[in-house]
């Protein structure tokens, strides 16, 4: 290597010192004027109740009406007619700007204020009706003082009515208390069968035995039927409800019970009051007719004493029907036996 002199100072560049610290900016001799907060200006304006206690306020209402009196230079400068492409001015403006919504007026009649009196809530008998129709209006005073607003409940009558008061029973009323105070001298008895074979009748039957009364009414030539209490069984005369009635009957020996006769219906539809009935019952009564014989009731009856295990005794009704009957078929056999022979003897003859 050949060793030349040191290169110059000034001939080599400078480079700046980016470590160096900054000159400090000169300080300046002006002071920063104090603010006043707005807090405090308006804490000053107003008492500690809130009360304004600052100076008077100028009038809103008087600047408002000056400023609506001088309009402004902008308002003050009429606009420029417009003109046509060809430089003459436009006589007649565009025909978007001249048209006007509908809707704008409809919004701005929903929006009308209307007053109370003037609102129509519903609408006319005209409106409703139409215009050939006559609508009267009744005022609050056409109706009678007598008649009420609302008419009360019609009340619908049901039963017929207790015939106790009616009635006395040969045992008195002490005695009849005495043997229900005792439950061994107490019997529930169900009477049960099919329809139209005489339950009801036989019910008066016993209460014409227990009680000074005539069971047969003979102007309607019928059965006064004692526990038919309902209007409708009186009228169609058949039980729908079962009834019961409490009868003092004597033994065979003369000793007297209390029996509580439950008369059933004999229908098939009301059957669940005979069941309900025999449930409460210590015996059964079965009432067969003896010209019809055992029909459909009269087997469920059966069937559900010995379900109960109750004991049953059979009542046959309506013997001379059966009689009746057999006498008439037997008359009416010989009758055509007679015409027969007589028939064959004429034309043996001939």
């Not at 010192?17 to 000169?26: G, H, S, T, V």
Request: proline share 7%; charged share 25%.
């Amino acid at each position: 290597r050949c060793a030349g002199p040191p290169p110059s100072s000034s001939l080599s560049p400078q480079i700046p010192n980016l470590r160096a610290p900054l000159p400090a900016a000169p300080k300046t001799l002006a002071r920063r004027r104090p603010r006043r907060s707005r807090r405090a200006m308006d804490d000053s304006l107003y008492d500690e109740f809130g009360n304004y206690i600052g100076p008077e306020l100028a009038d809103s209402d008087a600047d408002d009406s000056d400023a609506a009196a001088s309009p402004s230079p902008s308002q003050s400068r009429s606009p420029s007619p417009a003109r046509s492409p060809s430089g003459s001015p436009n006589s007649r403006r565009p025909a978007a700007l001249m048209d006007v919504d509908d809707d704008d007026y409809a919004d701005a009649a929903q929006n009308a204020v209307v007053l109370a009196e003037d609102k129509k809530y519903y609408p006319t008998a005209e409106e409703v009706y139409g215009p050939g129709v006559e609508a009267l209006v009744m005022d609050e005073d056409e109706q009678a003082l007598e008649k009420p607003i609302v008419a009360p409940p019609r009340v619908v009558k049901f039963e017929v009515g207790t015939r106790a008061g009616a009635t006395s029973t040969y045992a008195s009323t002490d005695f009849i208390l005495g043997l229900a105070s005792n439950p061994l001298l107490v019997r529930n008895v169900a009477l049960v069968g099919h329809l139209q074979h005489g339950k009801t009748v036989f019910m008066d039957m016993l209460v014409e035995q227990t009680h000074e009364v005539d069971t047969f009414d003979s102007e309607g030539e019928r059965h006064i039927r004692f526990t038919d209490t309902r209007v409708d069984e009186q009228e169609r005369r058949v039980s729908i409800k079962a009834v019961p009635m409490s009868l003092v009957l004597e033994s065979g020996n003369g000793k007297s019970y209390l029996c509580n006769i439950m008369d059933t219906p004999g229908h098939v539809n009301f059957s669940d009051e005979m069941t309900a009935a025999l449930r409460l019952a210590d015996g059964a009564v079965l009432v067969v007719d003896a010209a019809e014989g055992v029909m459909v009731n009269t087997e469920r009856a059966i069937r559900h004493a010995i379900q109960e295990r109750l004991p049953i005794v059979v009542v046959i009704n309506k013997v001379h029907f059966a009689w009746l009957h057999f006498f008439l078929i037997q008359f009416g056999s010989k009758l055509k036996l007679t015409y027969a022979l007589t028939l064959w003897f004429y034309r043996l003859t001939d």
